[in-house]
């Protein structure tokens, strides 16, 4: 597959992240529109009058040639004529999955209670057409290479739909896993170890239920929207009203609020603990699955490796989503549009709440000129509600007024906001999204995506290829061409038995050839599946005055 230039990092000369385009593929361009297409021989891709004798056998070698593309394939329309009284379909379409396009959402905004969704469907035109030729089979009539969407990268194969069939022997080895009673996410653990990859506030109990105190406290600890003198008020008045001035846990976390009230340290820079507590309690989950204290040492460091694996996995997932998926708009504005091709799909749907936020919730208030640029003065009228409600105002009574002061440049693409948003998660704020749209600015402002929020924040994973006269690389192809002869003779009984009387041969050889195996001893035996061997030199010692018995099992 030749493959684009991509994942690159560009800066220019202000030290500003200017992201190049995630693609994969050739790209031409027919009637001023992209196309991409898969570069392989001519041979090897469908053609225009192909013949193939069934349906199945056309969706196979389609599905085959897509999965070497880059793309997925899906069922489309079919015909058959009332005057055919066969069960041959007359008319069978085959399309990328990416065809077609998908209606927006009827719920959006942020507090939409609906699922965060994206869409595949780019309106691709690319398609496989066939016609049935009566005696003779189907034969392609028409044949769409190019796709308008970037193809999948070859290392994310793993990640398409084409790619999550368990084959013959897989399907063996989870069912006698389950004789064992091994569950089924067990059963694939364990194939993955074959194949060693994966691709193939503590304040009573009362208080806790207390709906009324959980608002409060929450619309005081959780927002960075107030001043530290504000929040001694209103945590002052929280203590009085609920009787907790004695609340010896509350008192000594008012101690403590210079480290943990957003209120006290708004003007530091947060963005690498955005979801800190989310962040930890995954962490611990990962860790807690696959490690115990019962491990030696040996035993640890594998699990902590399997630990890094499902993680390294998960990222790759992750970035294939951003990559491959299209989100649902909450907007038609191309700012939204472009926020989606620069950022990860996670970050993406922060800022497009801001976006949305602005639209329903900011409004300019005056605009007035300073040096090069201007100053707005913006209402956001969703942050009054939410201080009005921790002021507790009443209804009936004015709603406290909120507002903020943006100071705006254009033409040096610079944006400036009072409640320093940006300053602490680097991220844009619905109230400089307002001002940017007021200035009639188009575009997303490149300047202010942070390299670590975007796409193509990772450089290209860098492949290192194993020794392969490691014993553990040997064990592994041995076991990996086995099972490929498996799954090709599973449905041809004379084959799959020509195969075993092969396998019963090799047999014989080996005790041939090792007439009395060598015996190895359980620390060579360990020593040989690491890959690793016990130093000359000993450096690391058993601490003194510890039990030994730990480092005796190792």
């Known amino acids: 597959m030749l493959m684009a230039q991509t994942d690159t990092h560009v800066f220019n000369q202000d030290n500003d992240y200017e992201p190049v385009p995630y693609s994969v593929g050739v790209v031409s361009e027919e009637a001023g529109e992209k196309l991409w297409v898969i ?25 085959d040639y897509a999965k070497r593309a880059g793309f997925e394939v899906r069922l489309s329309q079919q015909y058959k004529s009332k005057k055919n009284k066969n069960d041959n379909l007359d008319l069978k379409y085959f399309v990328c999955s990416k065809e077609g396009t998908n209606p927006a959402p009827k719920k959006v905004g942020p507090k939409s209670k609906q699922r965060k969704h994206s869409s595949k469907r780019t309106d691709c035109k690319a398609a496989f057409r066939v016609k049935y030729v009566e005696g003779r089979g189907y034969w392609c009539y028409e044949f769409v290479e190019g796709h308008n969407h970037s193809l999948v990268k070859e290392e994310d194969n793993v990640f398409l739909v084409s790619s999550r069939d368990v084959s013959y022997t897989q399907q063996v080895f989870l069912y006698q896993a389950s004789q064992v009673n091994l569950s089924p996410v067990k059963g694939f653990n364990l194939l993955r170890v074959i194949y060693g990859e994966y691709d193939f506030i503590r304040v009573g ?152 936020a602005y639209v329903i919730s900011c409004m300019s208030v005056s605009v007035s000129d300073v040096d090069s640029g201007k100053k707005y003065v913006i209402q956001d009228t969703g942050e009054d509600e939410k201080i009005s409600r921790r002021h507790r105002i009443v209804k009936g009574k004015p709603l406290y007024d909120v507002f903020y002061e943006v100071l705006c440049k254009p033409s040096e693409e610079f944006y400036q906001c009072t409640c320093k948003r940006f300053e602490s998660y680097r991220l844009l704020f619905r109230h400089i999204f307002y001002v940017i749209r007021f200035s009639k600015v188009k575009k997303f402002p490149r300047k202010y995506v942070l390299r670590r929020w975007s796409q193509d924040s990772l450089p290209p994973p860098s492949v290192i290829q194993a020794s392969g006269d490691s014993p553990d690389m040997i064990l592994r192809e041995i076991f990996r061409s086995v099972e490929y002869c498996v799954n090709r003779y599973a449905n041809e009984p004379e084959l799959l038995q020509k195969f075993r009387h092969h396998q019963v041969q090799l047999v014989a050889k080996a005790d041939a050839d090792v007439s009395i195996p060598k015996k190895t001893n359980k620390r060579d035996m360990i020593a040989s599946i690491l890959g690793v061997s016990q130093p000359e030199e000993i450096i690391v010692n058993v601490p003194k005055q510890v039990s030994t018995e730990f480092f005796i099992r190792c």
């Open 39 to 63: 570069d392989i021989p001519v041979g090897e891709k469908p053609a225009y009058g192909m013949m193939y004798y069934t349906l199945e056998q056309e969706y196979e070698y389609y599905k």
């Open 205 to 356: 109990p009362d208080l806790a239920k207390d709906e009324t105190f959980k608002r409060i406290i929450s619309d005081i600890v959780w927002t960075d929207r107030i001043e530290p003198e504000e929040f001694e008020d209103l945590w002052e008045r929280l203590l009085v009203d609920f009787d907790l001035k004695s609340h010896e846990w509350l008192l000594d976390m008012y101690n403590l609020r210079h480290k943990w009230i957003p209120a006290y340290y708004r003007n530091e820079l947060m963005s690498g603990l955005m979801r800190i507590s989310s962040r930890s309690e995954s962490e611990n989950n990962a860790y807690c699955r696959l490690t115990s204290n019962d491990l030696t040492l040996w035993e640890f460091y594998n699990h902590f490796d399997s630990v890094v694996g499902c993680q390294k996995f998960a990222q790759r997932k992750n970035d294939h989503d951003s990559r491959y998926t299209i989100p649902y708009f909450h907007t038609e504005l191309q700012i939204e549009k472009e926020a989606s091709e620069l950022y990860t799909r996670s970050i993406f749907f922060d800022v497009q709440t801001e976006i949305y």
